[in-house]
């Protein structure tokens, strides 16, 4: 079992991969540049980072038939290279928010219901979910907090599962691992 | 969580291997990362390891003294004056990331003539993850990563604890017998005081930022904060014995946080806050008034520079 962590120049890649250490995988932190048939993997976690501008190859890697986790902006590359839609916030969602499950059968934060204190960091935040998505759970700060379509395998959260604050971080990560089980 | 025994023996034997029959030597802070990295190398090379403290005048109170006497051990241990010539070399400078230029450019000045005297091959450093991912991604500029081999021609430099987060760090040195300075030492930033006075930095300010940091550790050990820090700001008005005063502002932070990437403002309570505000503006005359700060990392950073 290996998890690859694609490194978009966030300030908690690092805690990523920690996270996945702590839950018993292999992991490896790659650029984002690397070409897609040197990953092999059994799941991706698209990290967070500053600007949509350097996300290198993201948009190939949701082409590699494995689950992948798109962690804040790693999320909204997922929005923005299906046919979703990213844009500003009326709010920044900075630290302390508390987030509302809305979909309890959800493969990835379904078992966080009904709801969860996270750790956030983003301006920007997805507007609309992609085909096939399902609209997973959201806050008074943000509309779409975590996104999921099951069928293929894809999830994001808008939050950091991977950061210390966020009250049950470490479950996204065994959640997501399932499914990279499965 | 990494496993600090097995830890340990592999630092130590990979500083030997690399390091060989050759002098090496370390820069000590006094704070937690450079102290493990120092027994660490002290451990694996013995005499050969030089290290060097510099009291750039910007350390926290007590702390050089401390330093002195936990590892009186090392025979070696060199304690540099060079509190004039930092504060000479930041006059009028206000930027902060110039600050710390200059700060990481006077250490390397202590250093090169120290470690040129010493003989020293090789470079020991206490960097850790976050300094070295804050600045690559140019939050802020670390004086312990940039700068320093660029001058000194060092043949290699090891950086024992690089991929260790703070609280594993602590593990290390608890494992190492350091408890005093785990359990004494909050992290403590490598500029000093000087990112704890915004803007120019002078003598009258960084012993206001000295005394109250005291202030603000000694009152709220009972939190067990992961770092409570106090910082001069500005300047404000306020009244003192019928006498206006424009005064120091000073603000108090406290957080916790398990390492140091993420951080929550602590809620304390108010008898606290009075106790400390009271003990601040009473024992520094030139002190208008305090603020707690309460806002969480992101989207402050946990200093104030």
Same mark, same amino acid.
């Given at each position: 079992?290996?998890?690859?962590?694609?490194?978009?120049?966030?300030?908690?890649?690092?805690?990523?991969?920690?996270?996945?250490?702590?839950?018993?995988?292999?992991?490896?932190?790659?650029?984002?540049?690397?070409?897609?048939?040197?990953?092999?993997?059994?799941?991706?976690?698209?990290?967070?980072?500053?600007?949509?501008?350097?996300?290198?190859?993201?948009?190939?890697?949701?082409?590699?038939?494995?689950?992948?986790?798109?962690?804040?902006?790693?999320?909204?590359?997922?929005?923005?290279?299906?046919?979703?839609?990213?844009?500003?916030?009326?709010?920044?969602?900075?630290?302390?928010?508390?987030?509302?499950?809305?979909?309890?059968?959800?493969?990835?934060?379904?078992?966080?219901?009904?709801?969860?204190?996270?750790?956030?960091?983003?301006?920007?935040?997805?507007?609309?979910?992609?085909?096939?998505?399902?609209?997973?759970?959201?806050?008074?700060?943000?509309?779409?907090?975590?996104?999921?379509?099951?069928?293929?395998?894809?999830?994001?959260?808008?939050?950091?599962?991977?950061?210390?604050?966020?009250?049950?971080?470490?479950?996204?990560?065994?959640?997501?691992?399932?499914?990279?089980?499965? | 969580?990494?496993?600090?025994?097995?830890?340990?023996?592999?630092?130590?034997?990979?500083?030997?291997?690399?390091? @060989?029959?050759?002098?090496? &030597?370390?820069? =000590?802070?006094?704070?937690?990362?450079?102290? *493990? /990295?120092? !027994? %660490?190398?002290?451990?694996?090379?013995?005499?050969?390891?030089?290290?060097?403290?510099?009291?750039?005048?910007?350390?926290?109170?007590?702390?050089?003294?401390?330093?002195?006497?936990?590892?009186?051990?090392?025979?070696?241990?060199?304690?540099?004056?060079?509190?004039?010539?930092?504060?000479?070399?930041?006059?009028?400078?206000?930027?902060?990331?110039?600050?710390?230029?200059?700060?990481?450019?006077?250490?390397?000045?202590?250093?090169?003539?120290?470690?040129?005297?010493?003989?020293?091959?090789?470079?020991?450093?206490?960097?850790?993850?976050?300094?070295?991912?804050?600045?690559?991604?140019?939050?802020?500029?670390?004086?312990?990563?940039?700068?320093?081999?660029?001058?000194?021609?060092?043949? @290699?430099?090891?950086?024992? &604890?690089?991929? =260790?987060?703070?609280?594993?760090?602590?593990? *290390? /040195?608890? !494992? %190492?017998?350091?408890?005093?300075?785990?359990?004494?030492?909050?992290?403590?930033?490598?500029?000093?005081?000087?990112?704890?006075?915004?803007?120019?930095?002078?003598?009258?300010?960084?012993?206001?930022?000295?005394?109250?940091?005291?202030?603000?550790?000694?009152?709220?050990?009972?939190?067990?904060?992961?770092?409570?820090?106090?910082?001069?700001?500005?300047?404000?008005?306020?009244?003192?014995?019928?006498?206006?005063?424009?005064?120091?502002?000073?603000?108090?932070?406290?957080?916790?946080?398990?390492?140091?990437?993420?951080?929550?403002?602590?809620?304390?309570?108010?008898?606290?806050?009075?106790?400390?505000?009271?003990?601040?503006?009473?024992?520094?005359?030139?002190?208008?008034?305090?603020?707690?700060?309460?806002?969480?990392?992101?989207?402050?950073?946990?200093?104030?520079?």
């Amino acid at each position: 079992m290996r998890v690859v962590v694609i490194d978009n120049h966030g300030q908690f890649t690092h805690l990523e991969g920690r996270a996945l250490r702590d839950a018993g995988v292999d992991q490896e932190i790659v650029d984002n540049d690397t070409p897609p048939e040197e990953i092999d993997a059994d799941g991706l976690v698209l990290s967070g980072g500053p600007d949509m501008d350097r996300i290198g190859r993201c948009a190939e890697y949701l082409e590699l038939d494995v689950p992948v986790l798109g962690i804040c902006l790693g999320m909204q590359v997922m929005a923005d290279q299906l046919d979703g839609r990213v844009g500003s916030g009326e709010y920044g969602g900075y630290a302390d928010v508390t987030v509302e499950i809305l979909d309890e059968a959800d493969p990835l934060v379904g078992s966080l219901a009904p709801e969860t204190r996270v750790w956030a960091s983003h301006a920007d935040e997805v507007k609309e979910v992609p085909d096939g998505f399902t609209h997973t759970a959201t806050s008074d700060v943000c509309g779409i907090e975590a996104m999921s379509d099951a069928d293929r395998d894809l999830y994001g959260v808008q939050w950091h599962p991977e950061v210390a604050h966020t009250e049950r971080g470490q479950e996204v990560f065994e959640n997501f691992i399932a499914r990279c089980r499965s | 969580m990494v496993d600090a025994e097995s830890f340990v023996e592999e630092a130590v034997a990979e500083i030997r291997e690399e390091v @060989g029959d050759a002098h090496a &030597v370390i820069g =000590l802070s006094g704070g937690v990362d450079s102290s *493990v /990295a120092a !027994e %660490l190398a002290y451990r694996a090379l013995g005499e050969n390891l030089t290290a060097v403290y510099v009291d750039t005048g910007l350390m926290r109170k007590g702390e050089t003294e401390e330093v002195r006497e936990t590892f009186s051990h090392m025979s070696s241990l060199r304690i540099v004056e060079a509190e004039d010539r930092f504060f000479d070399a930041l006059e009028g400078v206000v930027d902060p990331e110039e600050k710390r230029e200059i700060i990481g450019r006077e250490f390397i000045r202590e250093f090169e003539r120290e470690a040129k005297e010493a003989d020293a091959d090789y470079l020991v450093q206490g960097t850790i993850y976050p300094d070295r991912i804050e600045s690559e991604g140019g939050i802020k500029s670390h004086h312990n990563v940039g700068g320093l081999p660029d001058v000194v021609d060092f043949e @290699g430099i090891v950086e024992p &604890v690089r991929d =260790l987060y703070k609280d594993e760090v602590r593990e *290390v /040195a608890r !494992e %190492l017998g350091l408890e005093s300075v785990v359990a004494e030492r909050m992290p403590f930033p490598g500029p000093g005081l000087a990112v704890r006075v915004v803007g120019e930095v002078t003598k009258e300010k960084v012993a206001v930022a000295r005394d109250a940091c005291h202030v603000v550790e000694e009152e709220l050990e009972e939190y067990d904060p992961w770092q409570a820090l106090a910082a001069v700001v500005g300047k404000g008005t306020g009244v003192k014995g019928d006498n206006r005063v424009h005064g120091w502002i000073v603000a108090v932070r406290s957080v916790e946080s398990r390492d140091g990437m993420t951080a929550r403002a602590q809620e304390l309570d108010w008898e606290t806050l009075q106790r400390i505000q009271s003990r601040i503006t009473g024992a520094n005359e030139n002190v208008a008034r305090v603020v707690y700060d309460v806002t969480h990392k992101p989207p402050a950073t946990i200093e104030y520079e």
